[in-house]
């Protein structure tokens, strides 16, 4: 048995992030990686992907990108080359290839993590194993015939896994990105759109993310959002890093002879059946995109940002003749882009929702001592990016130090832990009630990029 303060699960961002906030307080800690550092990184993306941010904006706490391309988007093989030298910036004490076989309670309101070669007794356990757990696939899926090829986006490498005809499910960030290469290497390509985030690469001039960062967008808490459960299943934006920074979206992509058609709702022994739903889901995608460019246009009419390019605004999506069925026959390949669900087979179920997600409040479980780090919007909508996970550490840090030296002292019996760390009167719970979170929050500024300086030095 091995003994520790803090162990955190998994030595992606999110884990590497939260070693170098409990270093600096020296909190001794280890990581536990199933893999190597940053393994989704080196295993689980296509061979094309780029990263959706460009690479100023994959600033880390203490670190930040060191090439000679900021405006650029980093390769998958170059952000784990990004992640490896922060590990070794922080030289963190990772122990890689050791996966985690179960958390539970110890005997003294402590941990017990047992992997596949040894355990570990700790105060606390920070789980950043990250969103993308198991590609999910519909349950229709079983009924496709046996000779047609199915991937998911994670299983999906480069075009020479598909045949010539492809149904691209699903149209956030994945799907239409393995939509146009597939399409731009000549293959027939459908693809079947659901509720969807459309944004420019560009606008006025710079990279969209530049304005998001800009105007405060991607810092906006979990009191800032009406509906939070929805902010955290919002789809990924419908971009792509490429290094001509051009536009991805259903209209480029009907422009390329990509068909849409609505939602896959259904599978006959003959055809494939899609909802009729697909004008209004661009009408709102649309609405979406114009009120975030309005809220930029505002931003520089307030800051008197006259010298920024004119505005840019893309053109609605139209369509034409959107069939509702297609017959079986049209397609040999599947591509599964219909994102991920949590899988925590190592955590007691009463940490998880009906759906297998964690239940938290900020990255505050209810058992003291237990945090996430790295899902989306975990504290603010930018959470699960590169740049999001520092911010949430540096929060979680000062909260899980407050519970360390609560346990420390001598307290009541029914005093508990409160969310910015110190100990809650109430005696009520150990996971404040969302408002009581929100206020509590210590907000980390950080320096937003100025119209007098130039976009990739942030």
Known sequence: MHHTTVTIVGAGQAGLAMSHCLSARSI???????????????????????????????????????????????????????????????????????????????????????TDGDRWRSRAVVIASGASSDPHRPALHSRLPATMTQLTSVGYRNPGQAGDAVLVVGASASGVQIADELARQGRRVVLAVGDHVRLPRTYRGRDIHWWLDAIGQLDEGLGDVEDLDRARRLPSLQLVGSPDRRNLDLATLAARGVELVGRLVGVTADALQFSGGLAHLCRAADLKLGRLLDRIDLHCGERGLAVVAAPDRPEPVRLGTVRTVIGIGAFDTVVWATGFRPHYPWLDEHHLDRKGGLRHDGGVLEQPGLYVLGLPFTRRRKSSFLDGVGPDAVELTEHL???????????????????????????????????????????????????SVPAGTG
């Open 28 to 114: 001794d800690h280890v990581l536990l990686e199933r893999g190597r550092v940053a393994n989704s990184w080196h295993t689980e993306r296509w061979d094309s992907l780029r990263l959706l941010t460009p690479n100023w904006l994959s600033r880390l706490p203490g670190w930040r990108y060191r090439g000679d391309d900021p405006d650029g988007y980093m390769t998958a093989a170059q952000v784990a080359a990004h992640l490896d030298g922060y590990r070794r910036h922080l030289d963190a004490p990772v122990r890689e290839h050791t996966t985690v076989r179960s958390v539970r309670s110890g005997p003294a309101d402590d941990f017990v993590v047992t």
């Open 401 to 451: 130090a407050g519970h360390l030296d609560t346990g420390r002292r001598s307290r009541s019996p029914g005093t508990r832990v409160g969310p910015s760390g110190r100990p809650d009167q109430t005696g009520v719970s150990s996971a404040a009630p969302k408002d009581t979170l929100n206020r509590s929050h210590q907000m980390l500024t950080l320096v937003r990029p100025s119209m």
